[in-house]
């Protein structure tokens, strides 16, 4: 008995043999398949097991091992599996085995899913306790196969083609109810199947995996295996996944009843603006988002969930699917198949991750990030209150516009990548690292220790800033505010609102592509601002004060100079609003001072104003009509409501936007204040007569309005 299962198990497995030599592991044709599958490292079942009679569950299922696969892993019940399968029972009266060629008769050149309805309960059960190339016999009651077919009814086309008749007969259910049907069955290939939506119209299908993937799956299997506590969740598992900052070059497939609908090879993806720029539709950004780097991956998307969320793709993606998806739809009714399905291969072959240092949607898109190309050390960065030595290189559409880098071109190629140096430098710093505990490394071992590894270097030219100086953009404050020493940035951004530096200078940059390296060589603490003395913020608002209203009276036709000096005031006006000066309980404050030293409060309340004002001219002078007006009415309501200076721009401001009524009873208080002042009397006619000319406008307007109802 036994030596004829064994006999027909032989057979079975050099026929199941030979026809996996000319199949495809994933179900389409070799030329057609883009990636080898992942099968796992190479281990045998310690066990010896072969022959002997196996128990799964409950059910009365019955597994006889032939031959051991050769996989650490084994199918879960979600996953697709490629196998094959022919059954028999035994006649009772003789014993002799009856094929049944027609029922169940799985081959290799096709994929199923653990979970699909044409696969019994109980067979399923028996692939998810199998390793890959691994050859068993299966005996399970005829009772269950009745049951799995009852439950599915006669009428369905999956089984009636495909089990014999015989089966619903109601003697032959008698005879053999609790009689053995057998199956063997060979497990060539699975793949893991991830439901990625709550209602699995996008599944994802894992063909390959990077070594980190494998690594941390075998040491859950280990555990499951050894009965240990449950594996601790990877903290570093989302790193693996591209995020919306990062720039990803991707390789992606469509496929459609195994006809190639497109093919992107090496594409470069910036993921931030790839939907808007149109280069990709959102379930392609969804399929790369769910894509880990050097990990191959299938996605299956059900073709009506794919037409249901690209309705107007015709308009919106012109280049999306050169077949036509409506086409696709009325193919798939013809067809009859109601899980008709559009297959996406992806994988990502590199990855560069950035870092948002603003990002700022409106009409021009303005954002900004980095990436840190050579990481600094120490425990302490810069802040807004340093000063700061650093190199500094500016492309704008690939030009180079400023450069300190002692004209070095490609700086990640010649100042970085230099294998030796870099040797060198960590050698270094184990050395280092063993004489010095990290944990209490103070920065005047920094120091030192920035002055050891670049001592080759050349420094010469080193740009020095202020963090205070606002003549630099706020996207390179920002930067070196997040920069240890001797770190490398590199900065990708859109706007320049101004930079100045010596005789260089840059006004108002939009929708450039705007390229920045930056190397923070060392910064210098400076106590912070609210810590000095009264006399001493005096005395550096004075000084930068002075700094902007040069820079107001040399502006005369260069709006960029003209834009600095409005920087440098309204950051000067932050200083008092945002608490530097008195603290955050200003009143108080104020109150104090003006107590024990009037003469330095009246300067500091006089400068405030003479801040406002100043910066009130710029915005004028610049055309921002309304923040003008908003910054006038400020010193009016809170500081001074008699303020001439003031009142006069913020009149202006309404005569600018046309709020006459308004405009005529300000110039109407400025002529009190300063009744021989022509200007205000030039300024208040002409208001009166634009309110006048208005009115008149409305009422002829009416008289129309009303003549037309007639």
């Known amino acids: 008995m036994e030596n004829k299962e064994d006999k027909k198990a032989n057979i079975n497995n050099n026929s199941i043999n030979s026809s996996l030599s000319i199949s495809s592991s994933s179900g389409e044709d070799e030329n057609n398949n883009l990636y080898e599958d992942y099968q796992g490292p190479y281990t045998s079942p310690s066990e010896d097991i072969l022959n002997q009679e196996i128990k799964l569950k409950d059910n009365n299922i019955i597994k006889i091992i032939k031959e051991k696969g050769h ?216 399929i790369i988002k769910n894509t880990k780097f050097n990990e191959k991956n299938c996605f299956l998307v059900q073709l009506p969930y794919l037409l249901d969320k690209n309705k107007g793709f015709n308009e919106k993606y012109p280049s999306f699917l050169k077949a036509n998806l409506l086409d696709l739809s009325s193919e798939k009714k013809e067809n009859g198949d109601e899980n008709d399905i559009v297959v996406f291969y992806c994988d990502i072959v590199n990855v560069d991750h950035y870092e948002y240092v603003y990002k700022y949607k409106n009409n021009n898109d303005i954002y900004s990030k980095s990436k840190t190309l050579f990481p600094g050390f120490g425990l302490a960065t810069s802040d807004n209150e340093m000063f700061v030595k650093f190199k500094l290189q500016i492309k704008i559409d690939n030009i180079i516009k400023f450069n300190s880098f002692n004209n070095i071109e ?95 200078e840059l006004y108002d940059i939009k929708n450039k592509n705007i390229e920045i390296y930056m190397h923070l060589y060392d910064f210098r603490e400076m106590p912070l601002f609210g810590k000095y003395s009264y006399e001493d913020k005096l005395s550096i608002i004075q000084n930068y004060k002075q700094i902007a209203d040069n820079c107001f009276k040399n502006s005369k036709n260069n709006e960029g100079v003209l834009y600095r000096a409005m920087k440098i005031y309204n950051k000067l006006k932050h200083r008092f609003s945002g608490g530097d000066v008195f603290g955050y309980d200003r009143e108080e404050a104020e109150k104090y001072l003006k107590k024990i030293n009037t003469d330095l409060y009246n300067k500091l309340f006089n400068l405030r104003i003479n801040l406002y004002n100043n910066l009130c001219v710029t915005l004028m002078k610049l ?57 205000i009397e030039k300024d208040l006619k002409e208001a009166e007569e634009k309110y006048n000319s208005d009115i008149s406008g409305q009422k002829n307007l009416y008289k129309k309005m009303f003549r037309g109802n007639n």
């Not at 009843?257 to 969804?286: G, M, P, S």
Request: aromatic share 12%.
């Open 71 to 286: 996989s650490l892993y084994k199918p879960k019940e979600k996953d697709n599996i490629i196998f094959e399968c022919n059954s028999f029972y035994k006649d009772k009266s003789n014993d002799e085995e009856i094929s049944l060629n027609n029922f169940l008769n799985f081959n290799s050149n096709k994929e199923y899913n653990l979970e699909d309805k044409c696969i019994p309960r109980s067979l399923s059960l028996s692939l998810t306790s199998m390793r890959i190339g691994e050859f068993a016999l299966i005996k399970i009651k005829f009772n269950y196969i009745f049951r799995f077919l009852d439950i599915d009814k006669k009428t369905d086309k999956i089984y009636t083609n495909s089990v014999p008749q015989e089966f619903y007969d109601d003697n032959f259910r008698k005879i053999y109810s609790n009689e053995k049907i057998f199956f063997n069955i060979k497990l060539i290939n699975y793949f893991q199947i991830i439901n990625l939506t709550d209602k699995g119209e996008i599944k994802k299908k894992i063909i390959s995996k990077n070594k980190n993937n494998i690594e941390q799956e075998h040491t859950e299997v280990e555990n499951e295996n050894g009965n240990e506590n449950e594996v601790e969740e990877d903290n570093n598992k989302n790193k693996n996944h591209p995020i919306d900052s990062d720039i990803v070059t991707v390789n992606l497939r469509c496929m459609y009843h195994n006809t190639e609908i497109y093919n992107y090879n090496n594409k470069n993806v910036e993921l931030d603006k790839a939907y808007v720029n149109k280069e990709l539709f959102d379930i392609e950004l969804y």
């Open 410 to 504: 490609n700086i990640e190629k010649d100042y970085i990548s230099n294998e030796k140096y870099i040797n060198e430098m960590i050698k270094w710093r184990e050395e280092m690292n063993e004489k010095f505990d990290i944990k209490y490394l103070d920065q005047e071992i920094d120091y030192i220790k920035s002055e050891k590894i670049f001592q080759n270097l050349n420094f010469e030219g080193l740009l020095t800033l202020d963090m205070n100086d606002y003549s630099y953009p706020s996207v390179i404050r920002q930067v070196l505010n997040s920069m240890k020493r001797n770190e490398i940035k590199y900065v990708k951004c859109s706007y320049i609102d101004y930079l100045k530096i010596n005789d260089f």
């Open 623 to 679: 055309n921002k009509i309304n923040n003008c007006y908003s910054i006038s009415k400020q010193v009016l309501d809170l500081f001074d409501n008699k303020n001439v200076k003031a009142l006069y721009l913020n009149g202006k401001s309404c005569l600018l936007m046309k709020y006459y009524s308004d405009a005529i009873d300000i110039f109407k208080r400025l002529k009190e204040i300063q009744p021989d002042n022509e200007e």
